[in-house]
C-alpha cells in the first residue's frame, strides 16, 4: 500500500520559514519523481517544486529563491525548506510521487502565514 505522509505545516508570521516533509513508504522511493503542490481556498492545486529521481530540482516562479526542495534516498523522504514566507503562501501543501502514469498523492499539511 502506498503512502505518502506529510508532516511540518503550521502557523508562522510573515518572513518566517518552514520545513515540511514527506515520508514515502510503499514505492521504490529512487524510481519516482517528487513534487509538492498547494491549493489555496477557492484555488486550483498548483505546482510548486519537484526533485526528479536523478536529483534534478524545479520550481514555479512563485516561489523560486525562497523554497528549497531536497530527498533523502535512505530515509524515502522528500523536504521542502520555505523562507521568506508571505501570506499568499497560505494553503495546503501536498505531497506528489509520479512514475510514468501512476501518481500517488498525500493527505496534505496546512500552512498559514499570517501576523
Known amino acids: 500500500q502506498v503512502q505518502l505522509v506529510e508532516s511540518g505545516g503550521g502557523l508562522v508570521q510573515p518572513g518566517g520559514s518552514l520545513r515540511l516533509s514527506c515520508a514515502a513508504s510503499?514505492?521504490?522511493?529512487?524510481?519516482?519523481?517528487m513534487s509538492w503542490y498547494r491549493q489555496a481556498p477557492g484555488k486550483q492545486r498548483e505546482f510548486i517544486a519537484g526533485?526528479?529521481?536523478?536529483?534534478?530540482?524545479d520550481y514555479a516562479d512563485s516561489v523560486k529563491g525562497r523554497f528549497t526542495i531536497s530527498r533523502d534516498y535512505a530515509k524515502s523522504t522528500v523536504d521542502l525548506q520555505m523562507n521568506s514566507l508571505k501570506p499568499e503562501d497560505t494553503a495546503v501543501y501536498y505531497c506528489?510521487?509520479?512514475?510514468?502514469?501512476?501518481?500517488?498523492w498525500g493527505q496534505g499539511t496546512q500552512v498559514t502565514v499570517s501576523s
Open positions: 526533485i526528479t529521481s536523478g536529483g534534478g530540482t
Open positions: 510503499g514505492i521504490i522511493f529512487s524510481l519516482y519523481d
Open positions: 506528489q510521487a509520479f512514475l510514468r502514469t501512476r501518481a500517488y
